[in-house]
């Protein structure tokens, strides 16, 4: 069964450092892979997704995410961290096919003045 | 164009009390879903709906019902609450269930079984 792996559920930087989120997923064939985020006491939002066309994607906020098959990966990296960052973000994998979303369990980035 | 709206907000029951959550999408989209979030679990799929007039289980199904009333509404039932089904409920939607769709959520509904 395909899955994601998050490392990490809580992650702080300071703000203006780099942010990386680390998502690792596994799947035997190539997945399409997304990153949401959750502000406090909001729904989840689309931060941005790869979809087989280009493995470094670009998503809303600055972020952007890499995949990296050799690795399995699709980290999101954010280079210089603002305090509107602060949220949950969650990776998550869907399988070609008729299959739901799966969602990791999340990590939680914390931004410090 | 309000997307995904979901009532209530918030709810508190006691034990073996029932309650449907109500879920509407007004994006004309063909698939909906129901994931509860619980701390450290991530979003769990309970129930989903690939188009209407079907429905399938999810990773955890069990005291859950649902209903796809039309295409822009599922709700969800518990039957006969239980405190382990305290937890925060989002409905989801898209325009199918395939490959790179993105799903959109609402906001939430905090449910507290005492």
């Known amino acids: 069964a395909q899955s994601v792996t998050q490392l990490g559920s809580h992650v702080s930087v300071s703000e203006g450092a780099l942010v990386l989120l680390r998502c690792n997923y596994s799947?035997?064939?190539?997945?399409?892979l997304f990153w949401y985020v959750q502000y406090p006491n909001q729904g989840l939002q689309l931060l941005l997704k790869?979809?087989?066309?280009?493995?470094l994607v670009k998503g809303i906020n600055g972020f952007e995410a890499e995949f990296k098959k050799s690795e399995t990966s699709f980290h999101l990296t954010k280079p210089s961290a603002h305090m509107s960052d602060a949220a949950e973000y969650f990776c998550a994998v869907r399988r070609s096919g008729n299959t739901p979303l799966v969602f990791g369990k999340g990590t939680r980035l914390s931004v410090i003045a | 164009n309000a997307g995904v709206t979901q009532t209530p907000k918030f709810q508190v029951l006691k034990t073996g009390q029932s309650m449907t959550l109500q879920c509407a999408q007004d994006?004309?989209?063909?698939?909906m879903y129901w994931y509860r979030q619980d701390p450290g679990m991530g979003l769990r799929l309970i129930y989903y709906?690939?188009?209407?007039?079907?429905?399938d289980k999810g990773e955890v199904p069990n005291g859950y019902n649902v209903s796809r009333l039309n295409k822009r509404e599922f709700s969800l039932r518990l039957e006969s609450a239980a405190p382990s089904q305290t937890s925060v409920y989002f409905c989801?939607?898209?325009?199918?269930?395939?490959?790179?769709?993105?799903?959109?959520f609402g906001p939430g509904t905090r449910l507290l079984v005492l």
């Open positions: 790869y979809t087989s066309a280009a493995t």
């Open positions: 799947s035997s064939v190539p997945p399409y």
């Open positions: 989801a939607s898209s325009l199918g269930q395939v490959t790179g769709e993105t799903q959109y």
């Open positions: 709906s690939a188009s209407e007039g079907t429905t």
């Open positions: 994006m004309n989209h063909n698939s």
